[in-house]
């Protein structure tokens, strides 16, 4: 009955939704944003989201050049990467919606695209969901967590439980902006703490809106193996490219 009053929106671009049952994001956004998200190469880095470019084999088909001699050090850890889309427009701009908008049905289309895109991905699904955890700084000022909303509509779709408070931010470090990426691991490092020891026959997904070095992730990930994680999967909307 609301629907025949007051048609659908799309999130993204507000347009009207005139097919919302078409498949499983069309209740969220019209066909012309759903088109950009088809079609476009998903060929990632499995460790890291970086997109491998039009001849992958040149990375050794899975991962970067980054991430292809750290992977070979640490075979008794299993990690994979999901990522949905690089962060470019309009998808950043979508990302800022969510941050600093309010856009709270942005957050439940990111969810869902980024619960779509893990069961695509052909990796083990995780058994539960971690929200990398934001300042208290920052959740008074936005009164929400995007990560914990993206975690949550995810969780929803692939099914699984999602725990907000089993990793925390203990403090609050400089500005990343202007940082590379071994300033930004230097300056997180020790910021992330697990909660409560992690069971090691549990595969963990960590998620984020964007990967942006990966130094925020990995310093979760460092968090989630010192308290016992094994398999953890990361799981992001977007991943900045090279």
């Given at each position: 009955?609301?629907?025949a009053?007051?048609?659908?929106?799309c999130?993204?671009?507000?347009a009207?939704?005139?097919?919302?049952?078409?498949?499983q994001?069309?209740?969220?956004a019209?066909c012309?944003?759903?088109?950009?998200?088809?079609g476009?190469?998903?060929?990632?880095?499995?460790?890291?989201?970086?997109?491998?470019?039009?001849?992958?084999?040149a990375?050794?088909?899975?991962?970067?050049r980054?991430?292809?001699?750290?992977?070979?050090?640490?075979?008794?850890?299993?990690?994979?990467c999901?990522?949905?889309?690089?962060?470019?427009?309009?998808?950043d701009q979508?990302i800022?919606?969510?941050?600093?908008?309010?856009?709270h049905?942005?957050?439940?289309?990111?969810?869902?695209?980024?619960?779509l895109?893990?069961?695509?991905?052909?990796?083990?699904?995780?058994?539960?969901?971690?929200?990398?955890?934001g300042?208290?700084?920052?959740?008074?000022?936005?009164?929400?967590?995007?990560?914990?909303l993206?975690?949550?509509?995810?969780?929803?779709?692939?099914?699984?439980?999602?725990?907000?408070?089993?990793?925390?931010?203990?403090?609050e470090?400089?500005?990343?902006?202007?940082?590379g990426?071994?300033?930004?691991?230097?300056?997180?490092?020790?910021?992330?703490?697990?909660?409560?020891?992690?069971?090691?026959g549990?595969r963990?997904?960590?998620?984020?809106?964007?990967?942006?070095?990966?130094?925020?992730?990995?310093?979760?990930?460092?968090?989630?193996?010192?308290?016992?994680?094994?398999?953890i999967?990361?799981?992001?909307?977007?991943?900045?490219?090279?």
């Amino acid at each position: 009955m609301g629907d025949a009053v007051l048609p659908r929106r799309c999130v993204a671009c507000h347009a009207g939704i005139k097919n919302p049952h078409a498949n499983q994001l069309a209740r969220f956004a019209c066909c012309a944003c759903i088109h950009l998200l088809e079609g476009m190469s998903n060929v990632r880095c499995r460790r890291c989201g970086l997109t491998l470019g039009p001849r992958p084999q040149a990375f050794g088909w899975t991962h970067c050049r980054h991430c292809k001699p750290e992977v070979a050090g640490n075979v008794d850890q299993q990690s994979g990467c999901v990522v949905c889309c690089d962060y470019t427009a309009p998808f950043d701009q979508w990302i800022a919606q969510l941050k600093y908008g309010k856009a709270h049905g942005l957050g439940a289309f990111m969810g869902t695209w980024l619960g779509l895109n893990t069961q695509k991905a052909g990796c083990a699904l995780p058994d539960l969901l971690i929200p990398v955890p934001g300042s208290q700084e920052k959740l008074k000022q936005r009164g929400y967590n995007q990560a914990a909303l993206i975690a949550k509509h995810a969780g929803r779709h692939i099914q699984r439980p999602v725990y907000t408070d089993w990793l925390v931010k203990t403090g609050e470090a400089r500005a990343q902006a202007e940082l590379g990426r071994g300033e930004r691991l230097h300056n997180l490092r020790g910021l992330f703490r697990a909660t409560r020891p992690m069971p090691a026959g549990l595969r963990i997904g960590l998620v984020d809106d964007v990967i942006t070095t990966g130094a925020t992730l990995q310093s979760c990930e460092a968090a989630l193996r010192k308290a016992g994680a094994k398999s953890i999967l990361l799981m992001a909307v977007c991943r900045t490219p090279e």
